[in-house]
């Protein structure tokens, strides 16, 4: 007779078949094939996450398990409305997860190795192969990520990206939507070179159901810089993942706003490998009604001495919205003098919302300095008073307020005015989902 853990797992791998029976691998040469080959097979192994999984039990997989797509009511589309349409930058646009040249930047002109993965993959010889679904596969322990192994797997193209040198031209990625019921799987590798430096921009709404994976691998004393926008649509289904290895001296820092949406979940996986590492992932979500379910989950591993990280989660939630995170620190016995920084607060603007919370610290050296806290609450009475009695008016008064809930979370943006533009646009959000 099967135990409870049997039926479950054969579940997993009943569904993980059933999805992959509705697609097909995407060509390549050699060693594409063969990762995408090694991916599928790890994920009929070890199956697609169902609610009863530990890290599930707060978000239902199942709109990203089923092979089916649900419709997203398409907004009309406006290219002046991209977040960084007034950044110098490269842009790079794909429409319902192709790739769309004539609305994209030359990359040859980037000043550094670009081009596509689905050109890369046709190679039976390209560096991408040393990372392809290698951070990705490293990072199925001690916490599966099945949706990323399907991205892997399936993923018909993508960035990928070598920089050798310091870059101050942004790289930034459009994804936009043309078809509703769209399905779109994009995945990108990334690789920093010791000393290099790049900041690479996201926005667009992407598709009616998006899976994104990005493999970032920063070398010694390299800089990686990330900032992302995930908002517009109101249906849409989003399930990314970021998966990054840091060298010595290096640094990694990623925020992500999230603003509208059916389902979104967000996922990052980082190993500090070398002495001296620093990591910070932001994140500010902004959520309006029922259908909005957003979560955030982070996994972070100290390999290292005298390394730093910092995870900073703010969510704003109103008239049933629900948002979720995850977030944990693993210190090695080796990572002696570690300092870990974990703060997730939800400001919840009515009583029907929920903030779903599982901070953890798993620490094995004894040299350390690790915290991390969660909170939720309402606007605090006496601050909305004070601002009240000097003749600003309510609406005002919680907009002012808000936006200083979310501050910590975007003051991890490097750029300044990458962060004034991610203000403004929360400002702007505020204003027009006034109560």
């Given at each position: 007779?099967?135990?409870?853990?049997?039926?479950?797992?054969?579940?997993?791998?009943?569904l993980?078949?059933?999805?992959?029976?509705?697609?097909?691998?995407?060509?390549?040469?050699?060693?594409?094939?063969?990762?995408?080959?090694?991916?599928?097979?790890?994920?009929?192994?070890?199956?697609?996450?169902?609610?009863?999984?530990?890290?599930?039990?707060?978000?239902?997989?199942?709109?990203?398990?089923?092979?089916?797509?649900?419709?997203a009511?398409?907004?009309?589309?406006d290219?002046?409305?991209?977040?960084?349409?007034?950044?110098?930058?490269?842009?790079?646009?794909?429409?319902?997860?192709?790739?769309?040249?004539?609305?994209?930047?030359?990359?040859?002109?980037?000043?550094?190795?670009?081009?596509?993965?689905?050109?890369?993959?046709?190679?039976?010889?390209?560096?991408?192969?040393e990372?392809?679904?290698?951070?990705?596969?490293?990072?199925?322990?001690?916490?599966?990520?099945?949706?990323?192994?399907?991205?892997?797997?399936?993923?018909?193209?993508?960035?990928?990206?070598?920089v050798?040198?310091?870059?101050?031209?942004?790289?930034?990625?459009?994804?936009?939507?043309?078809?509703?019921?769209?399905?779109?799987?994009?995945?990108?590798?990334i690789?920093?070179?010791?000393?290099?430096?790049?900041?690479?921009?996201?926005?667009?709404?992407?598709?009616?159901?998006?899976?994104?994976?990005?493999?970032?691998?920063?070398?010694?004393?390299?800089?990686?810089?990330?900032?992302?926008?995930?908002?517009?649509d109101?249906?849409?289904?989003?399930?990314?993942?970021?998966?990054?290895?840091?060298?010595?001296?290096?640094?990694?820092?990623?925020?992500?706003?999230?603003?509208?949406?059916?389902?979104?979940?967000?996922?990052?996986?980082?190993?500090?490998?070398?002495?001296?590492?620093?990591?910070?992932?932001?994140?500010?979500?902004?959520?309006?009604?029922?259908?909005?379910?957003?979560?955030?989950?982070?996994?972070?591993?100290?390999?290292?001495?005298?390394?730093?990280?910092?995870?900073?989660?703010?969510?704003?939630?109103?008239?049933?919205?629900?948002?979720?995170?995850?977030?944990?620190?693993?210190?090695?016995?080796?990572?002696?003098?570690?300092?870990?920084?974990?703060?997730?607060?939800?400001?919840?603007?009515?009583?029907?919302?929920?903030?779903?919370?599982?901070?953890?610290?798993?620490?094995?050296?004894?040299?350390?300095?690790?915290?991390?806290?969660?909170?939720?609450?309402?606007?605090?009475?006496?601050?909305?008073?004070?601002?009240?009695?000097?003749?600003?008016?309510?609406?005002?008064?919680?907009?002012?307020?808000?936006?200083?809930?979310?501050?910590?979370?975007?003051?991890?943006?490097?750029d300044?005015?990458?962060?004034?533009?991610?203000?403004?646009?929360?400002?702007?959000?505020?204003?027009?989902?006034?109560?």
């Amino acid at each position: 007779m099967q135990s409870r853990r049997q039926r479950i797992d054969e579940q997993k791998r009943g569904l993980a078949e059933k999805r992959l029976a509705a697609v097909s691998l995407p060509a390549g040469g050699a060693w594409a094939t063969a990762a995408r080959q090694e991916a599928r097979q790890r994920l009929l192994d070890a199956g697609l996450p169902v609610r009863q999984d530990e890290y599930w039990r707060f978000t239902n997989p199942g709109l990203f398990t089923d092979a089916g797509v649900a419709a997203a009511e398409l907004l009309p589309a406006d290219d002046r409305e991209a977040v960084f349409a007034g950044v110098d930058c490269l842009r790079i646009v794909f429409v319902d997860g192709v790739f769309d040249a004539a609305r994209s930047g030359d990359l040859a002109a980037a000043g550094i190795e670009i081009e596509r993965l689905a050109d890369a993959a046709t190679r039976d010889i390209h560096w991408a192969r040393e990372l392809y679904g290698k951070l990705e596969a490293q990072c199925q322990s001690p916490v599966a990520r099945p949706l990323a192994t399907l991205n892997t797997a399936t993923a018909g193209d993508g960035l990928v990206i070598r920089v050798g040198k310091p870059v101050e031209r942004p790289v930034s990625v459009s994804y936009l939507r043309k078809d509703a019921g769209a399905e779109a799987v994009l995945h990108h590798v990334i690789r920093l070179e010791p000393g290099s430096r790049l900041t690479l921009l996201e926005d667009g709404p992407g598709a009616a159901r998006f899976s994104s994976v990005a493999e970032v691998e920063v070398g010694d004393g390299a800089a990686f810089h990330h900032v992302r926008v995930q908002g517009r649509d109101h249906g849409r289904q989003a399930v990314t993942a970021l998966f990054v290895r840091l060298g010595t001296a290096s640094v990694c820092k990623s925020f992500t706003l999230t603003a509208n949406g059916r389902l979104t979940r967000n996922e990052v996986m980082a190993e500090l490998t070398g002495r001296e590492g620093v990591l910070h992932v932001a994140g500010a979500a902004v959520g309006d009604g029922t259908a909005f379910h957003q979560d955030d989950t982070v996994f972070i591993t100290h390999a290292a001495e005298r390394c730093e990280s910092r995870q900073v989660f703010k969510k704003v939630l109103r008239r049933g919205a629900v948002g979720v995170f995850q977030g944990k620190i693993l210190v090695h016995p080796e990572a002696q003098l570690t300092d870990g920084y974990q703060i997730s607060q939800a400001l919840l603007l009515d009583e029907s919302c929920q903030f779903l919370a599982k901070p953890e610290l798993e620490i094995y050296a004894d040299d350390v300095k690790c915290s991390h806290g969660s909170t939720s609450g309402a606007i605090d009475p006496d601050m909305l008073f004070y601002l009240r009695a000097r003749g600003i008016g309510i609406e005002e008064a919680q907009r002012l307020l808000v936006l200083a809930f979310l501050a910590e979370a975007l003051d991890e943006i490097e750029d300044d005015t990458l962060a004034e533009e991610i203000r403004r646009r929360l400002a702007g959000w505020l204003e027009r989902h006034r109560a």
